[in-house]
């Protein structure tokens, strides 16, 4: 099963580097473009609530991408953290009027509706959130 | 790499990836704005919850004076994303 995994400063800068990750396993793996932007976008956002919820944090961000038949398998786990447990949250009211939309807890609903599978699990104060979408293969 | 232009007819065209990491950038642009403007998506290849969180605190502010974002050439996956995020309830899409 390929995989790889590295970890990334709790920091925006790294969205860079993360994108780059990503965008060389999709390549090696003959991902289509479709999941591979639902990737890039599901990291991003799991990503970036661990920044703004655990900005004090100093320990780096881990990331895991997999892949079994033709589902990717995304796992991010972050250390010596409060639980957060994103399948848990509200959906944003998105039927309000201009003026009543909030912005907050849009990132959630849309990687909650793009992907597959999401789980989540605390364990020793760790937050492991594995993230499944299924993809089809750009050429054979 | 993103960029946001304001062209000499006073579009906004967007190109390349908007990731939280553009926020800054962009708003540099977008808080400019005081008149009703078209953004053009043609050459935009990704947007996220913070971009979309960028357009929608325009419109609120543009909304307030009677003013407002209108978005062209939004197709694929970004079209996909605001649909899901209910976008069109607060833009018009050309």
Redesign the interface.
């Known amino acids: 099963m390929p995989s790889v995994q590295k970890q990334f400063k709790r920091h925006?800068?790294s969205?860079?580097k993360v994108?780059d990750f990503i965008g060389q396993f999709v390549t090696r793996e003959n991902i289509d473009d479709?999941a591979a932007?639902?990737v890039?976008?599901a990291v991003?956002?799991l990503f970036?609530n661990m920044i703004k919820y655990e900005g004090a944090n100093s320990n780096d961000i881990s990331l895991e991408l997999r892949v079994d038949g033709e589902v990717i398998i995304v796992q991010l786990v972050d250390h010596d953290v409060e639980p957060f447990d994103m399948t848990k949250r509200p959906d944003p009211d998105?039927?309000a009027?201009?003026?009543d939309?909030k912005?907050g807890g849009?990132?959630i609903?849309?990687t909650q509706?793009?992907v597959d599978d999401v789980r989540y699990q605390y364990l020793d104060r760790t937050s492991i959130i594995t993230l499944k979408k299924n993809f089809r293969r750009k050429y054979v | 790499m993103f960029d946001i232009k304001l062209s000499e007819s006073g579009e906004v065209v967007l190109s390349g990836r908007f990731d939280a990491a553009q926020v800054e950038k962009a708003k540099a642009v977008l808080d400019r704005l005081t008149v009703t403007t078209s953004v053009d998506f043609k050459d935009l290849i990704y947007v996220s919850s913070a971009g979309l969180g960028v357009l929608m605190a325009t419109q609120k502010r543009l909304s307030e004076k009677g003013q407002k974002l209108k978005l062209k050439n939004v197709t694929g996956h970004i079209r996909d994303i605001f649909r899901i995020a209910r976008f069109d309830l607060i833009f018009e899409i050309e």
Do not use: I
């Open positions: 925006l800068d969205l860079v994108f479709d932007g639902v890039c976008l991003e956002e970036t998105l039927g009027s201009l003026k939309r912005p849009l990132g609903f849309l509706k793009l």
